[in-house]
């Protein structure tokens, strides 16, 4: 697992974007071997869909070869809601982009049976070879997708009821009333999420620093699930100054230095060489 320390929240958006940029660059992607993207919502990850909206726009990327599955959806939403994931993906970035609708993914929180959709959906990560790489963001209390405090670590795409701090969380999207928050998702499990070959979480602002020291310090625990990815293989956590507040100075120095050894070794290499240290 690496910890990338940036400077704020734009540092955080611009190096995630850079991060997929080089990723999809170097797969290649083609009609034949398309690359499969894990992709999550929420108020983090909106910087990093402007930059890469704009890298397209520059010709930079295209996304044409790109197939995505989100992580999570609201039950009982509907999908033209303000606050679907579906209006949520196709406003802030399907539809600024070359991608072709019919491959990209989001769970259908409106099934007639939430079982059967959430099988299709493993069916179809299966059928598209897997994830190369998964994009996620995380809840005050550690979760990661929709996967709450207590869920299994080797979970797999369920229905959860949602916990009264996510509810919390989220109530900013609705008015700010909780009672409008639906109590229901479609999430990935945390397995599911595992079996990505390379998993990047985003994690900014102060009122995420404990997850984020409970997840890079503490043991693995399905009380904070985020911190299952400390035993993935190829695990970044990216994160501003703010979410480092509650870590130890040591640990934080510690990814700095690798970071900046990180930072020479991009300035030698060529775009396609470049990879992350682990
Ligand atoms: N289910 C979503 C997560 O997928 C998301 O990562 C999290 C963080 O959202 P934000 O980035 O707005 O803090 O919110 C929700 O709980």
Known sequence: MRL????????????????????????APSAERRFVLGLPTGGTPLGMYKRLIQFYKEGRISFKYVTTFNMDEYVGLPRDHPESYHYYMWNEFFKHIDIEPSQAHVLDGNAPNLVDECTRFEKLIKEAGGVNLFIGGIGPDGHIAFNEPGSSLVSRTRAKTLAYDTLEANKRFFGND??????????????????????????????????????????????????????????LFVCDEDATLELRVKTVKYFKALSDEHQKMIASASVTQQHVLH
């Open 4 to 27: 990338i320390i940036l400077d704020d929240t734009a540092a955080v958006a611009d190096w995630a974007a850079r991060f997929v940029l080089q990723r999809v660059t170097e797969f």
């Open 178 to 235: 909780i009672s409008k928050v639906p109590r229901q998702a479609l999430t990935v499990g945390v397995g599911t999420v595992m079996d990505a070959k390379e998993v990047m979480i985003l994690i900014t602002g102060s009122h995420k620093a404990l997850a984020l020291a409970k997840a890079v310090e503490e043991g693995v625990n399905h009380m904070w699930t985020v911190s299952a990815f400390q035993q993935h293989p190829q695990a």
